[in-house]
């Protein structure tokens, strides 16, 4: 885009300047590799579009950011030119901004909330985000002052946004923070879900290289509750925090589902994203085929291009609504479109047909109509009669969600209390059914967004810095687990 003069106060208006999205490449080029597709503005278009934000007396994109952050004064810094002010005011309330600017649906959060929706573009909160933390970054102005050691230890099991979000948030508290990792690499679905065209692995390291440096200690290769147990962690920690996910697939309940060229969403995101050998199991090969998604969340939009970008020949995505009622953020749809991915809406998988050899060769399905909208405001949709068709398909790739894992008898993990989801259950501050043992993320409330597990770990790391000074009681009948937003991983 054209370069933006630089005023030196905050005195663009949103009819002066237009929204501008950062720098995107093409999406030939960009098919051809993992790297992220955006870049960050410069410094001129920071403070632009910074300026645009009209600073309402009641910031509604506050309203929409599950964090609560501080959108409209860091705006305003930053269309001052103060950066790594805007910056530290960013990180007042978020602990990985950076990530966060990356991977929220900005249109259904912050940005859909924006009240310049009413007239023209919403301000471009989630670029400005990113820049100001990018910044910050590459001028030193990430460092924290942390509180005098307290000498209380806890540990943290998993190392995904929650995980690292409570990691962060204790040891700014003075705390000793051991944080205990299942896989060789740290990280959690933000390294093996997300792909590195929305999230490059550097910028996760990055922010994990920090924590270390503030004193967190991590141990990878570590399964609490099989290797070494709970009960032993309770014994040596003071208070511990469960940010483990929800990573178990929802069943495939389709005749064929036994055929070979079936594979799972996250084992197959994983291998192409993580270079490691120790994750990913069995390899998943979409080379020259022909590969049909399942699902409309924004996994489903991450295995389209997860896939074009491994040489499949054609990847279609097979999603029983239509695009209004699509719960995958638009952007990552529009991305998607852009890169060759086909979308058939309005289609049902209900079965699953094989070849002579046992290999699937095609997804059948039926035409849906939307009918009256359900519990959650979207239009339930019907099988219309006999609609069935075929779509060929040499590989099909599942991305119909996950619930959290149930533990097996022989894990004492299974000594903490679930719903009937199979969540932790939790009490005000989120302490589950163990004394002392606190959990937050997709592991309480099933699968949602990284943001969602930031605010829980947040509120979690609160509850229990107030349980290791004695000011938060057990409540010995937690209340059900909370499932207020979940929706489609970011
Ligand atoms: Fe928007 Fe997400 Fe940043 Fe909040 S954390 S301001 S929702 S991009």
Request: glycine share 10%.
């Amino acid at each position: 885009m054209p370069a933006i003069p630089v005023k030196p106060h905050n005195k663009y208006s949103w009819s002066e300047i237009t929204r501008a999205i950062p720098p995107k490449r093409p999406a030939s080029e960009r098919v051809g590799d993992f790297r992220e597709i955006y870049s960050e503005f410069d410094e001129a278009t920071a403070r632009a579009q910074a300026a645009r934000c009209i600073e309402c007396p009641n910031p509604l994109c506050m309203t929409g950011c599950p964090l609560a952050n501080r959108i409209p004064e860091w705006m305003a810094l930053t269309a001052q030119g103060l950066f790594l002010e805007a910056a530290a005011l960013s990180r007042s309330t978020s602990n990985m901004p950076e990530i966060c600017s990356r991977v929220c649906p900005q249109e259904k959060l912050c940005e859909g909330a924006c009240i310049l929706n009413a007239r023209t573009d919403p301000v471009a909160i989630g670029a400005v985000e990113r820049f100001i933390n990018e910044y910050a970054f590459h001028h030193g102005g990430v460092e924290v002052v942390q509180a005098p050691a307290t000498g209380k230890k806890v540990a943290i099991i998993g190392s995904g946004p929650g995980g690292l979000a409570c990691a962060d948030e204790l040891a700014k508290l003075g705390h000793g923070v051991t944080v205990f990792e299942a896989q060789p690499i740290p990280g959690g679905l933000l390294v093996n879900g997300i792909p590195a065209f929305k999230l490059e692995k550097h910028i996760v390291e990055r922010r994990i290289d920090l924590l270390a440096r503030h004193g967190v200690e991590f141990r990878l290769g570590v399964r609490v509750g099989w290797d070494i147990s709970l009960a032993g962690l309770r014994d040596k920690y003071d208070a511990i925090f469960l940010g483990i996910g929800a990573q178990k697939p929802k069943p495939l309940d389709l005749t064929g589902a036994e055929l070979d060229g079936i594979a799972e969403a996250l084992p197959f995101l994983t291998q192409k994203n993580v270079d490691s050998p120790l994750v990913g199991g069995e390899p998943i090969d979409v080379k020259g085929r022909r590969v049909a998604v399942l699902g409309g969340g924004d996994t489903a939009m991450d295995c389209l291009r997860t896939a074009l970008r491994s040489g499949a020949r054609e990847a279609v995505c097979l999603y029983r609504r239509d695009l209004a009622n699509m719960p995958g953020s638009r952007k990552e749809y529009a991305n998607a479109l852009e890169e060759g991915a086909q979308f058939q809406f309005l289609t049902n998988p209900v079965a699953l047909i094989g070849d002579a050899t046992g290999r699937v060769a095609a997804v059948r399905c039926v035409r849906m109509e939307l009918g009256a909208p359900d519990a959650s405001g979207r239009r339930s949709p019907k099988a219309v009669a006999g609609s069935d068709f075929d779509v060929p398909a040499e590989l099909v790739l599942v991305a119909y969600g996950f619930d959290p894992a149930p533990f097996p008898a022989e894990s004492d993990l299974s000594q903490v209390a679930t719903d009937k989801w199979g969540g932790f259950r939790i009490d005000g501050n989120q302490m589950t059914s163990l004394p002392g043992v606190f959990a937050g993320g997709d592991s309480v409330r099933g699968p949602s967004l990284v943001v969602h597990a930031v605010r829980d770990a947040r509120k979690a790391a609160l509850g229990m810095h107030l349980y290791l000074s004695g000011r938060a009681v057990h409540a010995p009948f937690p209340r059900a687990g909370l499932r207020p937003e979940t929706g489609a991983k970011a």
